[in-house]
């Protein structure tokens, strides 16, 4: 006797998906058809790194699931948020609680200690001093930097600055991180470090913790979890990585 099971098309362990993300520019009297028909399915815990050549539409599309960015089609479904072509003004709070953001440059405030940069970021999203405190301390003992805590971005170098700022984008109960070649200020064995420590985020099943990073570097791409592929204007090819 044959048993079938109702498989359901997206399995519960989902942390986004986007299905369908169109995104075009209009460049005087062109138009600019960067996003056709994007697909992506990431799971919870999982780091997956999205490559292409420049201009394929990479960032585009970090922006658009980041909710900077309206598109022209399609959604995307992240925890119980469901958006896509919305006015990103209205996402305010899925960019507040939902996801953090890491790009090339740490970015941090150089006048400010690296507690201050993360208690900043979390009571401007709305947290109260004494609560931005406690959290900033638990997101700095969560990238190793707990011992710096007085310390000014200065005094660390560029890879703890990025880990500072990792730090700051994951602090509160941010669940998708967006990293724009994160490491592409880094030296390759700092690059590695920052890897390895979002493969620690990610795999931390204490933690509900996705990835989705932006890298030109093979080497770096291949110790993810899976390697999305974006060429004109779609997702072409989606692997395990050889990790
Ligand atoms: N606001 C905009 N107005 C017009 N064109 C834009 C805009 N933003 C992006 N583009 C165009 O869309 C295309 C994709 O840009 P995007 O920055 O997403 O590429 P990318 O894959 O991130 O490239 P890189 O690897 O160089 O960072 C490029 O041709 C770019 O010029
Ligand atoms: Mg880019």
């Known amino acids: 006797m044959s048993v079938t099971t109702n498989t359901p098309l997206f399995s519960t362990n989902n942390m986004l998906f986007a299905s369908g993300i169109k995104k075009s520019f209009k460049v005087g009297r062109n138009k600019l058809d960067v996003l056709k028909d994007v697909e992506i399915n990431i799971k919870n815990g999982e780091l997956v790194a999205l490559m292409g050549p420049s201009g394929s539409g990479k960032s585009t599309l970090l922006n658009i699931v980041g909710g900077l960015l309206k598109a022209d089609d399609g959604y995307i479904e992240l925890s119980d948020y469901r958006y896509g072509i919305d006015n990103p003004i209205h996402l305010n709070e899925l960019r507040r609680e939902r996801i953090g953001w890491i790009f090339q440059n ?11 940069n993360i208690t900043l970021a979390l009571t401007i999203s709305g947290c109260s001093l004494k609560e931005a405190q406690k959290k900033s301390l638990v997101a700095l003992e969560r990238v190793g930097l707990s011992e710096r805590i007085g310390f000014y971005p200065g005094q660390l170098s560029g890879g703890q600055n990025q880990r500072v700022a990792i730090a700051r984008a994951i602090s509160g109960n941010r669940t ?34 996705s990835v989705l990073m932006v890298t030109h570097d093979p080497v770096l791409a291949s110790k993810a979890d899976r390697i999305l592929l974006l060429k004109d204007g779609r997702v072409v090819k989606s692997e395990q990585s050889g990790n």
């Open 106 to 116: 740490s970015n941090l405030l150089q006048h400010l200690s690296i507690e201050d």
């Open 176 to 209: 998708l991180l967006l990293a724009d070649e994160p490491t592409g200020n880094l030296d390759t064995n700092t690059g590695e470090e920052i890897i390895k420590l979002f493969q620690e985020l990610c795999h931390d099943s204490s933690n509900n913790f």
